[in-house]
Structures are given as structure tokens and as C-alpha cells.
């Protein structure tokens, strides 16, 4: 399948597209791209390139947006070998520490890192934002001493690197890890300054960049700890049912494995939560008569936790970016959050046949598994058919619309915030300053550059009011 590259907007002031810059410095004999590119497929450069028996016209694909053609060469067969990559993967050279440089779902190799969004995406594993930091094992950091926050002093060859210590459960032991793509001095008001350059780890041998080397050794510094912005400090479900899972094959047994009915307990005794209700009358609008409610699923069996949804929500809603001092104070304002569940060595079950006391068991259950599993959830607004926040409102500035759709009206907000102490899911946000056109948050809301990304169909909101996910592609609370 192929597609036609089309441009999003069009150039801004007297500028150029990178491509056309490539063109001229080649001395390509057509500089324009848009030419350039319909020529190349005029001239059948992807049949001769791909084995395509013909190219259709310009104008069909354009119109139609992609192009379905049909291969003759066959499929290109796989010729490597599994099991000595899985060797090559479990082998570990002897000898001081290995250090390992990877690149974070958000910024990447730090070609994008003055992109404010990126910087405050949480990392999916981590949960961190606005730095880089070195990874190791807690039973590494438990041998060496060291504790979250720690500065330490990491070593590999002539190159000599300082940085907060992050306790990362499930990383192998004697490993160290640092994100590239942060450090940077020149990138950009958003970019500069943020973390350290972890590229001159880095190797080179063979005609090619090692991103993993052995050999390295950190010391303990004398240094104040570092305080590093994170969006989630509970690491585990500590035994509760917050991500329901079962296996296929007990999923095929009984579609309900692993959603079991539970029942709670209410003034009318132990209910179901259907049966469950804060108010002793059914009232509120839309339950006199059947309607039509919005609703949206999530599988979580293909959430990897990458963060996507998150920047899109944010672009498309123009929430705001705050900064790492605010998001170390958990004033992070993402309209979608997804949360990062970790296994536990210790349960019931375990707790019961070592004898365990609950206090202990719940202090347990508080730490990570050393090679733990990991879950990903998202939660954003529920629309909950008796909204608590809604009831809490003395203003009336969160409403239910009739076909189930929890809404805000930004402007009758007094910004009591109610309503966010009265959440069960913690989806609300609220705006203790103005973002837009203030200098101490300079990051996309303040010059005309910035403002040009802002959805005009969607407020942008002031300081003192309470916000949260409106749009109705959240709504997935179907009656």
C-alpha cells in the first residue's frame, strides 16, 4: 500500500521545506518537490523500485489517498537467527557494569526535544517527565546504598557522567540505563538544558554507534538529592481488582472470568454494582426512558502505554503545559492519564500461609515485584450516570446532558474545587495559574508561533477554574 506525501499547512512567511533545501544543495535539476515528487511517479521510479507492473495516475491516488498495487516479486524471507540474537541478548561481558542508552517514547533521540508536549509525557515504564536519569535495580541500589534521587557518578572508558538515580524494578541487575536525546544546549526554549547528554556514552566501532558497553563503574556523590517530576507514586493495586485480567483459557471457559460480580456494602446491605446508588431516587435525566449514550472501549489488551492518546488529547483540547516545578507538585493537567500497575511478590494467599499480619501484608504488597509484570490502564472521565462532582457543585458548573455525557461550563466556574476532592477516578484538573500569555510558563501559549497550534473550536481556560475531559469520545460509560 502506498500513500502520496501531502502537506498539513501551508509555509509560513518566506520559508522553505526541508526537502526543497535537500534539492538545491544536491544540484537536483528540478528544486520545487511537489514537482519532484510527481515526476518520480510519472517516470515509474516506484514500479522500477518495487517490482510494480504499472503506475496509475497522479491525480487517482491523490483523491483516493492511498494505492493498493500488487507485488510481483515475492515476499522478502526472513534470514537471521533467533537463537543466537536471544544469546547475543542474555550474554553479559564480565567486568564492572554494564550501561545501556536507549531513547524514550517521547523525545527520542532529542531530534524533537524542544517540543513541550513530549517533554511533559510521562515516560510509559517510569512515569517521569522533563529528564533523563540512570536507571538501576533496586537490589543493585539496595547493595550500594543509594535511594531514589541519589547523584551518582557513572563511568564507562575516558567518559564521566553525574545523575539522579531512578530505582527501576524488573531492570537486570548490574545494568545501568540513561536515555539519550536530553542535555541539549541548543534546541530551544523548551529543549535547553533539560537532563544530561548521555551521547558521549556512546561507542563507536565497526562502522556503527554501541549503544551498550561494559566496563562502567558509578560512585555515590556528596551531592543534594534530586527531586525528579513523576505523575504516579503508587506503583502496585496492592491486591485490588483495579485492572481486571484473566487468561484466554479461562476466558473461554466462562466469558466472565476475571470480571466476577462483586458486591459492596450500602444501606440496603451487600448490592451489586448495578443495584448500587448513592441516591435513594432515580431522578436524574435519562433514566425515566431509554436513550441513546456515547460510549467508548479501550482494549487493553494493545495499550503498550506509549503515550500517544495522551499528546493528542493535548493538542486537540489545547491543555496547557505547566512545567517540571508543577508537575513535582502533582499539578500535571493531562486530560488522560494512563496508569502503571507493577505485580507484587506478596498476596493474600501468600500472606495467609506465612502467617503475615494485614499491616505488613499491605506494606508488602507496596513494593514492586523484582521481575514484575506490568499492566497499563487509562483513565480519563468516566461521565458516571450519578456524577459525584456534579452533586458537590454549589454553582452548578458540571452538568449531566441528556444522552450521558458529563459536562462543564468554564465560565460559572468559582473554582471551589469540589468536585475534584469528590472524584473517584482523580480525572479533574484545576488551573492554579493563567498558562496562556505568562512568562513563567513560556512553552506554547505565549507568542503567535505557539498559538497557532490551539484547537479554535475549544476555550482556552483561566486560572481559578476546574477542567477535564469533555470531548465525547471519552464518554465509555454506557448505560
Given at each position: 500500500m ?11 512567511f ?23 515528487l510527481m ?25 483516493e ?17 533467533v537463537?543466537?540474537?536471544a ?34 509525557l ?13 536507571a538501576?535495580a533496586?537490589s ?15 563511568k ?10 531512578l ?15 536530553y ?12 537532563g544530561?547528554?548521555a ?16 566496563g562502567?563503574?558509578l ?14 507514586s ?14 484466554l ?9 476475571g ?8 444501606y ?29 472501549s479501550?482494549?487493553?489488551n ?13 493538542a486537540?483540547?489545547?491543555v ?11 499539578r500535571e493537567m ?14 493474600k494467599?501468600k ?8 499491616l ?5 504488597m ?11 490502564q ?21 452538568t ?9 461550563a ?11 476532592n469528590?472524584?473517584?477516578y482523580?480525572?479533574r ?12 510558563f ?8 505557539g498559538?497557532?497550534v ?17 470531548n ?8
Amino acid at each position: 500500500m502506498f500513500s502520496l506525501v501531502q502537506p498539513t499547512i501551508q509555509k509560513l512567511f518566506d520559508t522553505k521545506q526541508s526537502q526543497e533545501l535537500f534539492l538545491l544543495w544536491s544540484d537536483a535539476p528540478v528544486t520545487d518537490y511537489h514537482e519532484f515528487l510527481m515526476q518520480n511517479w510519472r517516470q515509474g521510479f516506484l514500479a522500477t523500485a518495487t517490482g510494480m507492473a504499472s503506475v496509475p495516475a497522479w491525480e487517482k491516488v491523490l483523491q483516493e489517498g492511498v494505492w493498493n498495487g500488487e507485488v510481483t516479486e515475492s515476499e522478502p524471507a526472513f534470514v537471521g537467527n533467533v537463537n543466537d540474537a536471544a544469546s547475543a541478548i542474555g550474554a553479559r561481558k564480565s567486568g564492572g557494569l554494564d550501561i545501556v542508552v536507549y531513547e524514550k517514547a517521547g523525545i527520542g533521540n532529542g531530534r524533537h526535544a524542544n517540543n513541550p508536549w513530549l517533554q511533559e509525557l510521562p515516560d510509559p515504564v517510569s512515569k517521569i517527565c522533563w529528564d533523563n536519569y540512570f536507571a538501576i535495580a533496586p537490589s543493585m541500589a539496595k547493595e550500594k546504598g543509594l535511594v531514589q534521587g541519589n547523584i551518582i557518578e557513572v563511568k564507562s572508558g575516558n567518559v564521566t557522567l553525574k545523575g539522579p538515580v531512578l530505582l527501576q524494578p524488573g531492570q537486570a541487575k548490574d545494568t545501568i540505563a540513561v536515555a539519550a536525546g536530553y542535555g541539549r544546549t541548543n534546541s530551544g526554549k523548551a529543549g535547553n538544558k533539560v537532563g544530561m547528554n548521555a551521547y558521549p556514552l556512546l561507542t563507536f566501532s565497526e562502522g556503527t554507534f554501541n549503544y551498550t558497553n561494559s566496563g562502567a563503574s558509578l560512585n555515590k556523590t556528596v551531592e543534594a538529592d534530586y527531586t525528579l517530576a513523576t505523575t504516579q507514586s503508587h506503583h502496585t493495586m496492592m491486591g485490588r481488582a483495579i485492572v481486571k485480567e484473566t487468561t484466554l483459557e479461562e476466558y473461554i471457559k466462562d466469558p466472565k472470568a476475571g470480571n466476577e460480580e462483586e458486591k459492596f456494602h450500602s444501606y440496603k446491605g451487600k448490592v451489586s454494582a448495578k443495584e448500587l446508588d448513592l441516591w435513594a431516587t432515580k431522578d436524574h435525566p435519562g433514566f425515566d426512558r431509554p436513550i441513546n449514550a456515547w460510549g467508548m472501549s479501550i482494549d487493553l489488551n494493545s495499550c503498550i502505554g506509549c503515550g500517544a492518546c495522551v499528546v493528542a488529547c493535548t493538542a486537540e483540547n489545547n491543555v496547557p503545559v505547566v512545567g517540571k516545578e508543577e508537575i513535582q507538585r502533582s499539578r500535571e493537567m493531562h486530560w488522560i492519564r494512563i496508569d502503571r500497575y507493577y505485580t507484587s511478590d506478596m498476596d493474600k494467599e501468600k500472606a495467609h500461609e506465612q502467617g503475615v499480619g494485614k499491616l505488613s501484608m499491605y506494606g508488602f504488597m507496596e513494593e514492586p515485584a523484582e521481575n514484575p509484570e506490568i499492566v497499563f490502564q487509562p483513565v480519563m472521565c468516566q461521565h458516571c450516570n450519578h456524577a459525584p462532582c456534579e452533586t458537590v457543585c454549589p454553582v452548578a458548573a458540571t452538568t449531566h446532558s441528556e444522552d450521558g455525557l458529563n459536562m462543564m461550563a468554564y465560565n460559572r466556574c468559582v473554582g471551589t474545587r469540589y468536585c475534584a476532592n469528590n472524584c473517584p477516578y482523580k480525572v479533574r484538573r484545576f488551573n492554579w495559574f493563567k498558562y496562556s500569555d505568562n512568562p513563567q510558563f513560556d512553552y506554547n501559549m505565549n507568542n503567535d508561533y505557539g498559538k497557532m497550534v490551539l484547537n479554535p473550536d475549544v476555550i482556552v481556560r483561566s486560572r481559578g477554574v476546574m477542567e477535564k475531559m469533555l470531548n465525547v469520545c471519552s464518554a465509555y460509560s454506557i448505560w
